[in-house]
T-cell receptor
């Protein structure tokens, strides 16, 4: 099993450009999450999904959109990138039950917006 | 008020010395508590978790944590650290109707040779 994978690993955008980050998991997990990690601020939840076709806002959703059209994929979109969105983005997943709420993380995507 | 508080942003410690990383939680989160570790340029991975039962929880790599309800704490300890323990450690708690996890800001453990 590959676990949780993220594409791309690195990206540089110019202000105003758009992009989509892809998260894929092969563990048949129900829940999926997008976080951003910034120095001194820990991980902050952007959006999450409790199942295929459902999404919900997290702590810092502004400027981002998400979609969960397939159970194994969770896409994070930036419609018009801003320098404040320079960050490391992590995707995570977990099953509905049985693992004691443990989240499984991807390796991260480092995004720089100039 | 922050719901999961890590009191130290950085902790330097000499190799083979003991270490304690402190975490306190508030009533706004559940008492399902976790410690995750992040090695440089990697994602997070679970060290240990407390859901119920014994208040002393043992995890991977020789780490353990103690749940203290009266002090609302879940401190992480290791009796003897190794260079390879250099990483950032995050305390976390289930929140939001058990759908979400709230993370602390992280503690960077620097093991000095």
């Amino acid at each position: 099993n590959a676990g949780v994978t993220q594409t791309p690993k690195f990206r540089v955008l110019k202000t105003g450009q758009s992009m989509t980050l892809l998260c894929a998991q092969d563990m048949n997990h129900e829940y999926m999450y997008w976080y951003r990690q910034d120095p001194g601020m820990g991980l902050r939840l952007i959006h999450y999904s409790v199942g295929e076709g459902t999404t919900a806002k997290g702590e810092v959703p502004d400027g981002y959109n998400v979609s969960r059209l397939k159970k194994q994929n969770f896409l994070l979109g930036l419609e018009s990138a801003a320098p404040s969105q320079t960050s490391v983005y992590f995707c995570a997943s977990r099953p509905l039950g049985g693992s004691g709420y443990e989240q499984y993380f991807g390796p991260g995507t480092r995004l720089t917006v100039t | 008020a922050q719901s999961v508080t890590q009191l130290d942003s950085q902790v330097p410690v000499f190799e083979e010395a003991p270490v304690e990383l402190r975490c306190n939680y508030s009533s706004s989160v559940s008492v399902y508590l976790f410690w995750y570790v992040q090695y440089p340029n990697q994602g997070l991975q679970l060290l240990l978790k407390y859901l119920s039962g014994s208040t002393l929880v043992k995890g991977i790599n020789g780490f353990e944590a103690e749940f203290n309800k009266s002090q609302t704490s879940f401190h992480l300890r290791k009796p003897s650290v190794h260079i390879s323990d250099t990483a950032e450690y995050f305390c976390a708690a289930i929140s939001g109707g058990y759908q979400k996890v709230t993370f602390g800001i992280g503690t960077k453990l620097q093991v000095i040779p």
